[in-house]
């Protein structure tokens, strides 16, 4: 039977391009058996080879431009078409190029952009020879598929997809079936399920904390993983039953045990008694709250040895204020429990410095203006008329009267004073003055009064002089009985600047104050008291400032004028002459106070060092400054003028990174040897 023309031409093509086919059989034979193929090229084009291949296999192949090589493919045994199909897959693979499925085409593209395309996509079973592409979905079930995918990764090629889905633990690969097949082998073989288990390690005499503190320090990669592949030894402290949870394979729970049971017995010495020194707290005050913690327990109050019936037997607590230590006997439970509270409790407080600027700045001025005059007309010195009104305190009689007798002048005018006058034995006699007297004054006060108090501790500072006032007195009088002598009852008072302050460090960086703030003075007059008078500021509040931030607590804002007028009736009142009949005074006073406050946190040694400094070496820098004493004719000679020393260079300490302390010694230290 003769071959048909088309399949005539593409078999002669194939010979052609090195095909060896085998021997043509009869058409009923051909049917019933597939044909063999030889391949042999020899630095063919790749072109050449893709047109054998479709010859062949009967496919629609398309290439991409960029799909350009000189290949070699050689068989010295006959394949089927199919294995010649899978030949030319792993040819395409080792020149970089690979034949992507689509439909009833074959697509042969680089390799770089196979990713993109589909392929053959979640297959039921993928081949462990072939070459084509392959996109496989693998559920793990025992391991991380994110920890798979760092040690997956080395073992696919470059243009390959590896990625792992964390919600439902898969892992997502695309690369040629033979290579997804051998990831698909090692991904079961690590998928297994592990002996790892949780054990629970009760303790009898010591404290988990202890013991698990213990193993970390003698393995402290145990909660990295385990070199050998297996489940990583965690071992996990349970205070409130002081247990041991144990989480590894079972060999490593076993070392783990063992080293537990050697750690979890009695003392040598039969002791259940800890001395434990502390740093910063009062061993006294902790003491009592500690025994204040075993009653609120349930257990009854402690009486004077501390002794009280706690959890597994009975605790005694004592604080020994020599040493500054607490003497804790206690069984391991409430032990642990109790060094527990004292960790939280002995640390170091933070320390606040409170700086109050206390500012006034007032102005006062007065003037006063006007005549006094009389007249006598008799011979016995009687006044017959005139104008009196003191002026700055002043009267023209008390004047007039110094004339004949200075000593009657307790105290000379002030301001300006011009005066005419006759004073005879006869005739008319009169006196007229003229006084003006104008006064300014200003006060500019900055006073900045500061204190170091730890958190939460009341501090105050006092910079005040002791005033005394007289409360009462006794002047003897005539009278039967036995006289007493005269005497005063006095009351001393504080007069000066006082800041009493408490300050609460807030979580992150802010302070609240309570704060009274006292500032008094002694006026400049008394007029119309009996005693002194003082001038009192106080300011008494709650405040919340940032760390280093100003505040302004409050003050006073005060503009006063006053004016007066002494005249006579409707003659005071004429232009030009009423002057004569009139004294005239005015008063105006401005007062500006204000009192600030400024918190600065001192968390630690090297904060208050710097603060320490700064304000030791502003006090060198002002007697520095004052200079030496130069006299010609000294009285001390050869004495130098005090002056502070220059601070040492201190030892900087270590920046704290958290502020609570790290655990006391739990032993005494060594006594020095003699």
Do not use: C
Not at 90 to 108: D, E, R, Y
Not at 149 to 173: D, G
Not at 395 to 411: F, G, H, M, Q
């Amino acid at each position: 039977m003769p071959i048909r023309p088309r399949r005539a031409t593409a078999l002669f093509a194939a010979l052609a391009l090195g095909l060896v086919v085998g021997a043509v059989t009869p058409p009923a034979v051909a049917q019933s058996q597939a044909q063999r193929i030889t391949p042999n090229f020899k630095d063919a084009d790749i072109t050449q080879v893709i047109e054998a291949v479709a010859a062949a296999t009967g496919k629609n192949i398309i290439v991409d431009p960029r799909v350009r090589a000189q290949v070699t493919m050689l068989s010295s045994t006959p394949m089927t078409p199919d294995a010649f199909y899978e030949a030319f897959q792993a040819l395409l693979q080792v020149h970089g190029f690979v034949a992507v499925p689509s439909g009833k085409t074959v697509k042969i593209i680089p390799d770089a952009n196979s990713r993109t395309l589909p392929g053959n996509d979640l297959p039921d079973r993928v081949s462990a020879t072939s070459d084509e592409l392959v996109t496989q979905v693998v559920s793990v079930r025992n391991v991380s598929a994110v920890q798979l995918v760092a040690i997956l990764r080395p073992l696919m090629p470059q243009n390959a997809h590896l990625a792992a889905y964390p919600s439902s633990n898969m892992l997502v690969l695309s690369d040629r079936a033979n290579n997804v097949n051998r990831m698909v082998r090692i991904i079961r073989r690590i998928d297994q399920e592990s002996d790892a288990d949780i054990e629970v390690v009760p303790m009898q005499n010591a404290s988990a904390v202890e013991v698990v503190r213990t193993m970390t320090a003698l393995n402290p990669a145990q909660v990295q993983g385990a070199e050998g592949g297996g489940s990583p030894l965690r071992a996990v402290a349970d205070e409130r039953s002081n247990s041991i949870l144990l989480a590894g394979d079972k060999t490593q729970r076993l070392r783990a045990r063992t080293l537990i049971a050697y750690l979890d017995t009695p003392l040598a010495g039969g002791g259940d008694t800890r001395v434990r020194y502390l740093r910063y707290a009062d061993a006294e005050k902790i003491a009592a709250k500690l025994k204040e913690q075993l009653s609120a327990g349930g257990a009854p109050a402690a009486g004077a040895a501390g002794a009280a019936a706690g959890a597994g037997g009975p605790t005694t607590i004592w604080a020994e204020p020599e040493t500054n230590a607490l003497v804790v006997t206690a069984p391991a439970k409430t032990m642990n429990s109790l060094m527990s509270i004292v960790d939280r409790l002995d640390i170091r407080r933070a320390q606040v410095i409170v700086e109050a600027i206390i500012v006034e700045v007032s102005a006062d001025k007065a003037a006063e203006l006007g005549v006094n005059w009389v007249l006598d007309g008799t011979q016995d010195g009687n006044v017959v008329g005139g104008f009196i009104e003191p002026v700055g305190g002043v009267s023209i009689v008390d004047l007039a009267r110094a004339v004949n007798d200075p000593t009657t002048l307790t105290a000379a005018p002030r301001g300006t004073t011009i005066g005419i006058g006759r004073l005879q034995d006869t005739g008319i006699n009169f006196a007229a003055v003229i006084r003006a007297l104008r006064g300014d004054s200003t006060t500019n006060i900055i006073a900045t009064p500061s204190i170091v108090t730890m958190d939460n501790q009341e501090a105050e500072i006092k910079v005040a002089q002791e005033v005394p006032f007289v409360t009462g007195q006794y002047t003897n009088t005539s009278g039967g009985g036995t006289p007493l002598a005269p005497f005063q009852t006095i009351q001393r008072q504080e007069v000066g600047t006082i800041l009493k302050v408490t300050p609460q460090i807030n979580e992150g960086d802010s302070v609240m104050l309570k704060i009274e703030q006292e500032s008094s003075s002694i006026a400049a007059t008394s007029s119309g008291a009996v005693d002194l008078v003082t001038n009192k500021r106080t300011i008494s509040t709650h405040v919340l400032i940032e760390d280093g931030g100003t505040v302004v607590l409050g003050g006073l804002i005060q503009d006063s004028q006053t004016g007066g007028e002494q005249r006579v009736p409707f003659l005071g009142r004429i232009p030009v002459i009423g002057e004569a009949f009139r004294t005239r005074s005015a008063k105006k006073t401005k007062t500006n106070l204000m009192v600030f406050i400024q918190p600065r946190i001192l968390r630690d040694g090297l904060d208050a060092t710097i603060e320490t400094n700064q304000k030791y070496n502003y006090i060198r820098d002002q007697q520095r400054r004052l200079g030496p004493q130069r006299e010609v004719l000294p009285l001390l000679p050869g004495e130098q003028r005090a002056e502070l020393p220059p601070l040492p260079e201190p030892a900087v300490p270590a920046p704290r990174t958290t502020p609570v302390a790290p655990p006391a010694p739990t032993t005494p230290p060594a006594e020095p040897k003699p």
